[in-house]
């Protein structure tokens, strides 16, 4: 898979790609994640990639000149399975999309910033409009990389074990069960037994029914999808 992002501030999202989970992916080839700085296409000296809003208001409005020039040069290279753009309005992030755009080849994000991109951007080029929550941050970076660390996770080959995201919260509308390690008693209070017990067909039922419980009491919401 490649990941191609789009950004006013790609330094801000050098950092996030270049450690742990992230970093492995890319390294064992799996993902190739690339930033593209948006002034790199802007049209004038100074770099701008913003304009006053057409009928006045508070707030600058990205121009449609450097996305553009930015996405067809991408686009000359390769063709992209979703163009999506980052924004507070977008349908709302969820598992069930990250486990659609782990299945893709070549994702762009493209990441808003002031009071977001001219509309025909979104008419002519953007596939998907995501939102990570009904909350505004100051630019869709944070948003972006929120999805990509979603979905490079369940890339086949990125986790060590490959069970491992399977059984994460969510992948079947359950929160996931709660986790111990050692030691088997901190200050009086003892893991559960079953889970020293070594009998997995009972661990892997107590922690099915821990699951739904946590589900049950946490998420009403997302318990009512299970079907149980
Ligand atoms: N840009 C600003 N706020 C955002 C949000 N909640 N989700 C996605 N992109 C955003």
Redesign the pocket.
């Known amino acids: 898979m490649r990941i191609d992002i789009i950004s006013v501030v790609p330094k801000l999202m050098e950092s996030f790609f270049a450690h742990s989970i992230l970093k492995r992916g890319q390294e064992a080839g799996h993902v190739e994640v690339v930033l593209h700085d948006l002034r790199d296409y802007s049209l004038s000296k100074q770099r701008q990639v913003d304009d006053y809003a057409f009928g006045g208001g508070a707030g600058m409005v990205m121009s449609i000149e450097p996305i553009a020039r930015c996405i067809r040069h991408l686009q000359s290279e390769r063709s992209y399975d979703e163009i999506i753009y980052?924004?507070?309005d977008?349908d709302t992030?969820n598992q069930q999309t990250a486990n659609y755009l782990s299945l893709q080849g070549n994702l762009l994000f493209l990441?808003?910033?002031y009071k977001g991109v001219d509309q025909r951007v979104r008419d002519m080029f953007v596939t998907k409009e995501?939102?990570?929550?009904?909350?505004?941050?100051?630019?869709?970076e944070?948003?972006?990389a929120v999805c990509a660390d979603a979905i490079i996770r369940l890339i086949p080959g990125v986790l060590n074990d490959e069970t491992s995201a399977l059984t994460d919260s969510f992948q079947d509308n359950l929160l996931a069960p709660p986790v111990y390690t050692r030691p088997a008693e901190f200050e009086g209070i003892a893991v559960p037994e079953v889970l020293l017990s070594g009998h997995e067909a009972k661990i892997n039922e107590w922690r099915f029914e821990q699951s739904v419980e946590r589900t049950r009491n946490k998420r009403p919401d997302l318990f009512k999808k299970t079907g149980l």
């Open positions: 980052m924004t507070p977008g992030f990441c808003g910033h995501i939102s990570i929550g009904d909350y505004v941050l100051s630019g869709g944070l948003a972006a």
